[in-house]
T-cell receptor
Framework: GAVVSQHPSWVICKSGTSVKIECRSL??????MFWYRQFPKQSLMLMAT?????????EQGVEKDKFLINHASLTLSTLTVTSAHPEDSSFYIC????????????FGPGTRLTVL | QQQVKQSPQSLIVQKGGISIINCAYE??????FPWYQQFPGKGPALLIA?????SEKKEGRFTISFNKSAKQFSLHIMDSQPGDSATYFC????????????FGEGTQLTVNP
C-alpha cells in the first residue's frame, strides 16, 4: 500500500512557541490531505482538510489562526501549531486518500506533541 | 453530531475466541465502511473495508458483516490472538475518492493468552 510519513514523530516544546508538523505522501500524489487530533483513549477528530493550491477547510470549532495548514505540493502538507499551550498537547495524525480512485485513506504514523 | 456509533467501548476475549465489534450509522449516503486497527503511539492502519452492495467480506481471520436495512456493520475477528490487542475503529465515508471519514468512538480489544 501507499506510504504516508510524518515528521517529527514526537516533539516537546515550551508554551508560547510554534511547532511545525510535516505530512508527506511518499509514493503517490495527494491533492487532499486530512489532519486529525487524537486525545488519549479517544477517537480521531478531524481538524481540517488540506487542499493543494487552495486554502484549507477547517472543522467547526478549530481555530484556523492557531492551526495553520499549508499544502505546499502534491506530496507535502504542513500543520503549524502557533503559540502552543499545554492543552494543545495531543497526538496529531495526517492521512491522504488513495490516488487510485478508491475511498481508501492512508494514515501517517502520527506526531506526539507535548507542550510544557 | 456523531454519525457513527461504535460498541462496545472495551472488549476482553480469550485467545482463540471470537471478537465482535459493532457499528451503526445514520447517514444513508455513506457508501464505504472501513475498519482500522491502531496500536498505541501509531497511526491507524486499514484492516478491511466493505461497500453496501455486499453483505459480507472476509479477509483471513477478519470478516465484516453489513446490514444495509438496519444501517449496521460489524467486525468479527476469528481465532483472536494476543497480537490482535489494539484499538479498533469503524468509519464511514461517502461519494467520491478523497471524501472525509467519519469515525466511531473506538473499541479497546484485549486478547488474553
Amino acid at each position: 500500500g501507499a506510504v504516508v510519513s510524518q515528521h517529527p514523530s514526537w516533539v516537546i516544546c515550551k508554551s508560547g512557541t510554534s511547532v511545525k508538523i510535516e505530512c508527506r505522501s511518499l509514493d503517490f500524489q495527494a491533492t487532499t490531505m486530512f489532519w486529525y487530533r487524537q486525545f488519549p483513549k479517544q477517537s480521531l477528530m478531524l481538524m481540517a482538510t488540506s487542499n493543494e493550491g487552495s486554502k484549507a477547510t477547517y472543522e467547526q470549532g478549530v481555530e484556523k489562526d492557531k492551526f495553520l495548514i499549508n499544502h505546499a505540493s502534491l506530496t507535502l502538507s504542513t500543520l503549524t501549531v502557533t503559540s502552543a499551550h499545554p492543552e494543545d498537547s495531543s497526538f496529531y495524525i495526517c492521512s491522504a486518500p488513495s490516488a487510485g480512485g478508491s475511498n481508501e485513506q492512508f494514515f501517517g504514523p502520527g506526531t506526539r506533541l507535548t507542550v510544557l | 453530531q456523531q454519525q457513527v456509533k461504535q460498541s462496545p467501548q472495551s472488549l476482553i476475549v480469550q485467545k482463540g475466541g471470537i471478537s465482535i465489534i459493532n457499528c451503526a450509522y445514520e447517514n444513508t449516503a455513506f457508501d464505504y465502511f472501513p475498519w482500522y486497527q491502531q496500536f498505541p503511539g501509531k497511526g491507524p492502519a486499514l484492516l478491511i473495508a466493505i461497500r453496501p452492495d455486499v453483505s459480507e467480506k472476509k479477509e483471513g481471520r477478519f470478516t465484516i458483516s453489513f446490514n444495509k436495512s438496519a444501517k449496521q456493520f460489524s467486525l468479527h475477528i476469528m481465532d483472536s490472538q494476543p497480537g490482535d490487542s489494539a484499538t479498533y475503529f469503524c468509519a464511514a465515508s461517502m461519494g467520491t475518492s478523497g471524501s472525509r471519514l467519519t469515525f466511531g468512538e473506538g473499541t479497546q480489544l484485549t486478547v488474553n493468552p
